[in-house]
C-alpha cells in the first residue's frame, strides 16, 4: 500500500490496527481512508496490495480430503468495522474536565462549597478547564498526597483492555512517573479471563502460565485430521474473538464442520456461534457444569469407558477422585439423576452426551469463556474438565481442550499454523501491570528482543523504583472500604501455580493506603465484581482525589474528579503488527491519520503534561519524539532484516512469510500423552492430578476447592445456586457473556451496532436499554413482553434493561451482557445504562481463590411499571434531566455543567 | 451481463459487518451523482434480517442479508415519475438524487422494502452496488469486501454461475426478475427427541417417518435421540415414530407455518 495509494473521495491512505485488547497485538489491519482531514472508510488490508501471494508461503490445512487456508485479507469484527462512529462519538472527551464540586484546596473529607464532596462522585457534573489547570492540579495533587502520606499513597488503575497500541500504551503510561516520584500502588489484574483454569485446572495439569491446556501448537490440524466431535463448552467463537482477533474463528468453525466434525454446543444460551454451527444445543443452567461433569465421570467409571491405560500411566490421586464421584466419600453417587436436578439437564441427555464423549475422538473448545471462568466456585469446572478430557487419553490425536481465540497463544504456541518465518514483537512503551517489587527487567516480563537493540534497551529500560504494594482489581472495593485485608496469590498477572500459597496483605509494611487514583482503565463498574460497592468505595472521602484519562467519558469516568482527553489510535503514530489473528503475521507503520479530536493528546503525552509540571519531562520521554520512537519500534520488531525501513515506510506494511517448521511442532500435549516420564506437566508430579498434591500440601480442609474437585452448592463465599434460600426473592440464575457488540465496557456508544436488535433495546420512552433476555416461559410468567421496559435485581441493587424475550435461552436463566455504559439513576443502587456487574457477588471465587464472579448468580426480573417510573422521575429529577442522545446513549453533553 | 450478487446463507454468521460497512462508505459521505449521505440511522441498504427459528432445545438462527435487488425488471423505475431511477448497462439500479423529487412512488412499487425515505433530503435512498466505488476500479461492493466467510459474492453473472445454481431469489412471483440470488436459505424443519421415560436413556436409531401429500421422509433418531427433518415447505405433515419394543407414537397434521419442536417424546415398552 504505497504512500501514493489513495482512496475514492480520499487525499491520504494509511494503516492501522483494529485490535481491543490492550496489550501486545495490534488486531487485523485495516486501511483507513482520509479525506479533508476525516475518515472516510475503513477496510480490511487487503495482503496484495503491494506484495504477491508467493511471497507469503500461504499456510494450509489438509484434512479429509479439504484443505484450509487463509484468505489473503483481514477479516476485522463489526467492531472495527464500525469504528468511525468511535471517533467521532458524542461521548468523546474533548477537553480536560473538572467534577463541579471538587474543589482540590478543601481539607480531605470536607463537604460543601470549597470541599471535596467525594460523596457526590457519580451525581455532581463537570466543567471544562484548561490543559494547564488540568495538569497543574494533577501535579499538585500528586505532589500533596505523595508527601502527605508517602508514594504508595498513590494507585495506579492501568490493566488492558483498551486500543491495542505501542508507541503510546492505552495502559500504563503514568506509572513511569508514578515510579520517577518514587513508587506507587499497583491495581493487579486478577486472572479474568480464565480465573477458574488458573485457580483450578492448574492444579490438575500445569499448564502454565494460563492455566488453559498447552502447548497449544498444531492443535486445528491435529483436530481437523483426527476428532470427531468438537464440545464447545461454553464457547460462543462468533462473540468473544471478534473485537481482539478478527473472524478467523468464523472460518474455522465452518471449515469444521464442512470436513465432517461434529459441532455440540453446552451453553445457557444459543449463542451466536450455536446459533450457525451447532448440530446439537445442551441448554444448561449458568455455573452448574461440574455437576454435569461429574455425571459424565460417573458414566464412564460405571461403563468402564474411560482410557484405562492411560490413566495408570497418566495418573494422580485419581482412585481419590473416583471415591468422590461413587459416593464413598460422602454417600452421594454423582450419578445423571444427581446431576439433573443442579444442571437442569434431562438425564437421558446426560447419558447421551457421556456415551457420544467416550466413543467419539473428542476435543473441547473454548473462547476463554465458559465453566471454567467467573461464576462461584468456578475453579472446580474447570479442574473437572481437565480430569474429563485425561480420562479419555488427553494429548492423543484428536484429544485437546482448544480455543477459538488467540491465536498466537502465550508463550509461541501457534494452534494454526501461520507463524512467521520471525515472529515479530513491537515494543510496548510503557508496563501496565510491573509486579511488586520487581526491579529487574526479566521480572517485569520485559520481551525477549531487548539485549540486541542498545537504543531500545534504553528506552525501555524501567523506572526506578517498582511498587511496593499492591491491590487485586476484585478487592480494591474491600481495600479501601474496610482494612486491612489479605488474600492469596497474585502479585503479578501471569504467574505459576506455587505463587497461590503466598499470602498478602493490604495495606503492605511500611505503606500507606491509598489516597489517590489515576486511572486508565475506567470500567470497574461495568466489568468488574460488586461494582455498586465499588461506586461507594469510590466516594469514600478517603479517597481524595480521582483522575481518569480516557477518550469518553464513560463508567468509571463518572466517578472522577478530573478527566483528561485521550486520542484515538486514529489520531496519534504508531508501529503496528498482527501476530494473532491467525491468517498472516504482519507488521505495519501506523502513520498520521487525523488530528486529534478536541483537545485530546496520546496516553504519553497525557502524562508528559503532568510530567512537565513536575519537572520530569526530559527524564519521562529520554528526549525522544514520536517518530525517533516509532522508527526504533521497527528496529527492535524483529523484522528489520527482511524489509527496510524506508521500503516499509512507503508500503506501510510487510507480510512475514510462514515458517515451515510450524508443521513440525507436536500437537498440545501428545509428548506428555505418548511419555509422561521424559515429557511430565509442570504439576508438582509431573502428572495429571486427579487430587491435587499441592492443594493437598497446603489446603487440605479447604471445604471451597479441596483437593479433589468437587460440586460446591455452597459455602461461606457464595450462596448463588437455585437451592439457596434466596431464590425466594431472586429465582433465576443470572449469565453475562461477553458482549457481541462491544469489547467489553468498549464501544457501547456507536450508532450504528445500537441500531442491532441484539444491541439494544429501544423501550417505550425512546431510551435505548441493554437487552435481558428471558425465555418466553420465563417472560409470561412475569407479565413481561418484548420491549418492556425490566428491572433486574438482587439485593446488590437495581439495573434497568429492555425485555429480549427469545427461544435462544433456556428457562431458569436471565441474561444481560457485561460491559453496557452506566447511567446512574442512584449511584450504587440503581441503574438504567446496564451496568449488571453492579449486582455481581462481592467475594472473591472462593477462599483461596483471588478471582472475581461475575456470572452465575442470582437475581429477578420484573417489569417496570409505569408507576414505579415516575416514582423515580420524580425523586431523582437530575439522573433523567441528563441530556442523552437517542442513538449515542449517554453523552458527554449530559454531564457538562450548563 | 449484468451484476449479480450471491448470497450464501448458509455461511452468513450474522456479524453484520456488511450492514456496517455499508454504513461506513455511505453515512457522512457525499457520493452525488450516485448517491446522497446515508442518514446516520435507521436506514439500512444492507440489513440483516434475523431468523429465530423453533424452541428450547431445538433453535436454529439464519440470518438475511436483505439489500436492493437490482432487479432486471425493477418494479421502481417505470413508478418513478421523474425518471430517477436507471437500471445501468452493467445490471446496477441507481435512484439519481438530483432527479428524485421525494414522491416515495419507489418505496411503494418495490416488493422488497429495500428503499429508504430521507427526510431531511425529501429523497429516496437505497443500495448503489458502491457504483461510485467499482466504476473507479473497486473490484467490489463494500459489504462484499467486508463479508469475513464469503458469504456474500458479487460479480459478472456467467462468473457465479455456480454458485447461482440450485439458488433462490427473493420473492419470485413479483416477477421482478431480482438479480441477487440466495443461497442455502433453510426451510422449515419438525424435530425431537425420543427416549425411554422408565430407562432414562434416548433411544437411538428409532423410525422416524414424516409424511404428507405429496412427501415421505424416513429417518433415525441419533446418538442424542434427536430426529430433524430439515429443509420443509410450509405445510401439514404426519410423523411416525417407531422402536423396537416401544409403542409407536403418531403426530398428525403437524404445522411448518412455523419449525416444529416435538420437544422430549417418551415411548412406552410395550
Redesign the interface.
Known sequence: MAKSRVG??ADKQVIRGSGLMGPRDSGPPMVVDVGEG?I?????LAYETEYDKKDFNVWKIEARGKTLTP?L?A????LA??Y?KRVYSKNRVRYPLKRVDWDPSGAPGSTGPGGRNTQNRGTSKYVRISWDEAAELVAAELRRVGGTYGPEAVFSQADMHGESKHLSPSHGCMNPLLSLLGGYTVQMRNFDSWEGQTWGAKHVWGCEPVGEMAPTSNLYPDIAQHAELLLFWGCDP?TTP?PIQ??MS??LC?WLSEIGLKSVYVCPD?N?GA??H?D????ILPNTDAALHLAIAYMWLTEGTYDKDYIATHAYGFEKFEDYVMGKEDGVPKT??WASEKCGV????I???A??WA?KITSLIHGNAGPGIRGPYSSEPARLEAMLLGMQGLGKPGRHQAKMLEWWSWVGWFPLPFKGIVSPSVFMLTEQVRPVGAHTVEEGMRPSYMGTHPEVVELLKPAPYAPLQLIPRCLVHEAILDPPISWWGLRAFLEPAHEQFTQYTYPAPGCSEIHMIWTDSPCSITCWNDSNTYIRALQSPKIECIVAQHQWLENDCLLADLVLPVTTRFEMLDMGMDTGSGLLMSVFVEDECIDPVGESLSDFDVVVKVAEKLGLAEAYTKGKTHEEKQKLAFDGSGVEDLITWEEIKDKQYYVIPVDDGNYEQPPGLSRFAEDPASSPLSTPTGLLEFSSSALEEHFPDDSERPPVAHWIEKGESHDERLSSERTKDYPLLCMSNHPRWRMHAQGDDV????????MKITGPDGYQYEPVWL?PAEAEARGIQQGDIVKIFNERGTVLGGAFV??????GVAYMDHGARWDPIIPGVLDRGGAINTLTPHNVMSKHCTGMVVSGFLVEVAKVTDEEMAGWRRDYPEAFQRDYDL?TGVSLSGWLEQ | MAKTFVIDVG???????C???C???H???D?TPYAKPQP???Q?WMK?Q?N?C??????????IPLLCQHCENAPCIPACKDGAIVRRDDGLVLIDPEKCTGCKDCMTACPYGVIYFNDELNLAQKCTGCA??LD?G?KMP?CV??C???AIMFGEEEELADQIAGATVLQPEAGAKPRVYYRNVPGRFISG?V??PVE???I?GAVCLLTSANHAVETFTD????FWFKDLPAGKYDVTIKAEGFEGKYFSALDTAKDVNLG?IPLTKE
Open positions: 475514492i473521495g476525516k472516510k472508510r475503513i477496510r480490511p484468505p485479507h477479516i476485522p469484527g463489526p468495522q464500525s468511525k462468533e471478534y478478527g473472524m468464523s472460518r465452518y444459543l451466536y446459533a450457525v451447532a446439537k444445543w445442551i441448554p445423571p439423576e434431562p438425564e437421558w441427555t447419558k447421551a452426551l456415551r457420544d466413543n450508532t450504528w451496532t445500537r441500531e442491532i436488535p441484539t425465555n427469545t427461544e435462544r435461552l433456556r428457562s442513538a | 455461511k452468513c454468521c450474522g456479524c453484520y459487518n450492514q456496517l460497512a454504513k461506513d462508505e453515512v457522512d459521505n457520493w446516520d440511522t435507521g439500512f440483516i434475523e429465530v423453533g424452541t428450547v432445545p431445538k433453535v436454529r438462527m439464519h440470518y461510485h466505488l473507479n473497486y463494500r469486501e467486508a469475513p466467510t464469503d427427541t427416549y425411554d432414562k436413556e434416548v437411538i446418538t442424542y435421540g434427536d422430549d
